[in-house]
């Protein structure tokens, strides 16, 4: 039987009966009952337990209820593992969450980032048990910190989720949380606030970086020469920075029929074993490069880290060798017009002027891109990038300018009947000669006017034949009035055309 009770304590009081230590002076003691109740049952091995419950006996008793219930159900062997973990401090829980990442493979930096990241974010909040975690306050503190600080941009509040949902999710696992408490957050949309976005380089913004790197100055620890080459590894592989500086020799196989190089998979972002063919320039190159130095057994090509063990700083290289390079660019102007011209230009900028940023990623944004340029299937591009997703090659990395978009149109064939429409001057190749009149879909007319194809440079050229009589531009032939401008519009394949009113139609 359990039992609710308030305990006899003993205080001490003056003589105006304020309570006062035991050893004042003329202190007398005071029996009286205890503000708290107490409350006493027995667990599920019989043993007996007293413990302070709430100074309201309604809520006391409540309490007492909860424990004796408890109890009971322990007794009977129905024990809840959630219970048990809800009374463990949320530091334990994430000293587990760490030792299951290491375990499972990944990487230290990802292990101390995505730990990091989920111990600020519920200091922040004040959550010290898992029980109180709470998608309000997580949801609250995220856009507090997306509206205050500078540097937490929409895809680092992305990322602080990412981490605590993950960490929840693993808590769900091993039975430590019911559910989820926040499998109802979402991520943000990051277009509408990006702080660092790449840009890809273009050929010739390429080829002076790796000119203006070929004769630089030591800088971050490597030298001119060994700076383009990374540049170039870079961006005709696709590496990051990470993988490039785990290569060593025996990552390069120069001499098999298919040139390539490979990354272990301790040292890929994918946590895979990854190869790249190499481009015939780019394996010329490499062996020079190789041949010039004197390579020890596991040494690795390019020493990116520092002595304590630190990424060197690759955007410093980047933001210097682009720098030269623009210097360099300006002064080959031969006139104070195209220097003008020039200057207001961001050709070769690290930062352009859409704000996007050539730091040495870019040159990840650059292989892709020029994948894209070069016709190569998105498909094929997807796995040369190592992307598990296609949009993610497709809308953050392939840059393709207006340039680009103009000559894939330009690319296309002609349209059918494009030299049929009166008024319009059309560029049509020779191939095209062979294009004939024919009869207006929907109408059993011929056109009264149908231009002679000739070669490009003359464009189109009318015949002063019998059957295709010259007409002014804007004009039909008065002699077949059966043909309106919506019939000679309505070509074979295409919706017909609408005439509309005279201020809204755009045919004369």
């Known amino acids: 039987m359990a039992s609710l009770f308030r305990m006899s304590v003993t205080r001490y009081v003056d003589e105006a009966g304020k309570r006062v230590a035991k050893a004042t002076p003329g202190a007398q003691a005071v029996r009286e009952k205890s503000r708290k109740w107490y409350g006493e049952f027995r667990d599920a091995s019989g043993r007996m337990h007293r413990v302070p419950l709430a100074t309201d006996k309604t809520a006391a008793r409540a309490m007492l209820a909860e424990l004796v219930r408890q109890a009971e159900r322990d007794f009977a062997g129905l024990v809840d593992p959630c219970e048990a973990h809800a009374k463990r401090p949320l530091a334990e829980h994430l000293g587990d969450y760490e030792q299951h990442l290491k375990a499972k493979g990944a990487s230290a930096k990802h292990v101390k980032q995505t730990v990091g990241r989920i111990r600020r974010l519920c200091d922040k909040c004040g959550f010290s048990r898992i029980t109180l975690v709470d998608e309000t306050k997580v949801e609250r503190w995220l856009s507090q910190q997306r509206d205050t600080s500078q540097r937490f941009s929409a895809q680092t509040s992305n990322f602080y989720l990412d981490a605590i949902k993950s960490f929840c999710n693993w808590l769900v696992r091993r039975n430590r949380l019911p559910r989820n408490p926040l499998a109802e957050l979402k991520r943000i949309n990051v277009d509408a606030d990006r702080r660092h976005d790449r840009r890809s380089l273009s050929e010739d913004e390429f080829r002076r970086l790796v000119a203006e790197a070929e004769i630089g100055p030591t800088i971050e620890g490597l030298s001119g020469p060994d700076r383009a080459m990374l540049y170039v590894l870079a961006a005709w592989t696709g590496y990051r920075r990470g993988e490039l500086a785990s290569l060593t020799l025996a990552s390069c196989h120069l001499d098999e029929p298919a040139p390539k190089i490979s990354v272990a998979a301790g040292y890929s972002k994918r946590r895979r074993h990854d190869e790249i063919p190499l481009h015939p320039y780019v394996v010329a190159r490499l062996q020079s490069w190789i041949d010039n130095r004197n390579f020890k057994q596991g040494e690795p090509l390019f020493h990116l880290h520092s002595a304590k063990g630190h990424f060197r700083k690759t955007a410093k290289m980047m933001r210097h060798d682009l720098s030269q390079a623009r210097m360099r660019w300006l002064t080959e102007a031969v006139s104070s017009d195209e220097r003008s011209k020039r200057e207001r230009s961001d050709f070769l900028l690290y930062q352009d002027e859409q704000g996007l940023f050539a730091d040495f990623h870019a040159n990840r944004h650059t292989f892709i891109s020029n994948l894209g340029r070069a016709g190569v299937s998105l498909t094929l591009a997807q796995k040369l990038a190592r992307h598990s997703d296609p949009r993610l090659t497709a809308n953050r990395y392939t ?14 064939n ?5 030299g049929a429409i009166v008024g319009c001057t059309v560029e049509v190749p020779v191939e095209a000669e062979d294009l004939v009149a024919g009869p207006v879909a929907g109408t059993d007319d011929v056109l009264c006017h149908q231009p002679t194809l000739n070669d490009s440079s003359k464009g189109l050229r ?15 032939d008065a002699q077949c009035p059966s043909v309106s401008p919506c019939d000679l519009l309505r070509l074979a394949g295409f919706e017909p055309a609408t005439c509309g009113l005279g201020n809204r139609c755009s045919i004369p």
């Open 414 to 418: 002609p349209p059918p009947g494009s």
């Open 462 to 476: 009318d015949s002063n034949t019998d059957s295709h009589k010259r007409m002014p531009q804007g004009t039909f």
């Open 399 to 412: 840059h393709l300018e207006l340039a680009d978009h103009a000559a894939a149109i330009a690319s296309l």
